[in-house]
T-cell receptor
C-alpha cells in the first residue's frame, strides 16, 4: 500500500492479557517509530527502529512493553500483562531514515482498550 | 513527556476567518513539524520548518519559528469547515535522536 498500515484497528482485551500490535511501514522506509496517545493528549514517543535494531527505546514505560522488527520492515509492539492504564491509541510512523529530522508518516493507529 | 504546550487549547471560528495557533517548546531543536489529526486517529503531516528558517508557507498555511523564544506559530488563512481538526506541533530535538516530541494540541472548530 501507499501508506503506513496498522492492525488491528481496535483491540479490546482483559487486564492481565498479552497483546500484539502490528505496523507495516511505507515500502523503502528504514526508520520506524511507535508512539502512544492518550485521550486529549499529544502522542508520546515509545521506541524508534533504524533497520532491524532499536536505536532508541527510551520511551517504553516499563519492561512489559517490547517491540521487534526482525526483517527491517514490519514491526510488532508487544504488551505483556496489560493494565487498564495501557488503554490508548498506539500510533506507528515511518520515515526514509537517510538523515536526521525527516518527515514522519503516520498510520491510522490501533485503539487499545483494556477492561 | 510532552515537549511543551500549545495555545489556545481550543479555538472556534467562522469559515473565511484566519486561525492562529501557537506552540512553545523547551529544548534546542533540529526542526519543528506541524501535524493535523482528525477524530483522534492518524496524523497528517502539514509542514516542516528547520531551525535555521524563520518562516515557511504551504498553500493556506504559514508557519513561523523563533528559536530565541522557543516558539512557533501556525496560521491557517481563509479557513474552511474541512479544517476542523486537532493541530499538533512536534519538535525533533537537536541531539540527533529521531524521535518527535509533541505538544498538547489545539482543537480547531470551523463553523460554516
Amino acid at each position: 500500500g501507499a501508506g503506513v498500515s496498522q492492525t488491528p484497528s481496535n483491540k479490546v482485551t482483559e487486564k492481565g492479557k498479552y497483546v500484539e500490535l502490528r505496523c507495516d511501514p511505507i515500502s523503502g522506509h528504514t526508520a520506524l517509530y511507535w508512539y502512544r496517545q492518550s485521550l486529549g493528549q499529544g502522542p508520546e514517543f515509545l521506541i524508534y527502529f533504524q533497520g532491524t535494531g532499536a536505536a532508541d527505546d527510551s520511551g517504553l514505560p516499563n519492561d512489559r512493553f517490547f517491540a521487534v522488527r526482525p526483517e527491517g520492515s514490519v514491526s510488532t509492539l508487544k504488551i505483556q500483562r496489560t493494565e487498564r492504564g495501557d488503554s490508548a491509541v498506539y500510533l506507528c510512523a515511518s520515515s526514509l531514515g537517510t538523515s536526521g529530522g525527516e518527515t514522519q508518516y503516520f498510520g491510522p493507529g490501533t485503539r487499545l482498550l483494556v477492561l | 513527556s510532552q515537549q511543551g504546550e500549545e495555545d489556545p487549547q481550543a479555538l472556534s471560528i467562522q469559515e473565511g476567518e484566519n486561525a492562529t495557533m501557537n506552540c512553545s517548546y523547551k529544548t534546542s531543536i533540529n526542526n519543528l513539524q506541524w501535524y493535523r489529526q482528525n477524530s483522534g486517529r492518524g496524523l497528517v503531516h502539514l509542514i516542516l520548518i528547520r531551525s535555521n528558517e524563520r518562516e515557511k508557507h504551504s498553500g493556506r498555511l504559514r508557519v513561523t519559528l523563533d528559536t530565541s523564544k522557543k516558539s512557533s506559530s501556525l496560521l491557517i488563512t481563509a479557513s474552511r469547515a474541512a479544517d476542523t481538526a486537532s493541530y499538533f506541533c512536534a519538535t525533533a530535538p537537536a541531539d540527533y535522536t529521531d524521535k518527535l516530541i509533541f505538544g498538547t494540541g489545539t482543537r480547531l472548530q470551523v463553523f460554516p
